[in-house]
């Protein structure tokens, strides 16, 4: 169906524009966190794989894409 490419999630993993990546990192330190690898917009949140936090513990997050608040951590 023509135009139906329209209806895709806003939310389709992309990586977070230089503005984006600043604020996600600072809130990412600013909640205990000292490094990371990739961060993506997927399924409307902010994914952020392997984050290391200060006691060395390794997780998988998932953020709010507005407050930037931890919703999941695995």
Partial sequence: VFG???????????PPTPRERAHIEAALLAQGFQRWEEIELDDGHWQVDEAVSFNGREYDLKLDP?????????
């Fill in 4 to 14: 139906s490419w329209l209806v895709a999630p806003a939310f389709a993993g992309r």
């Fill in 66 to 74: 507005y407050t930037l608040a931890i919703v999941e951590r695995d």
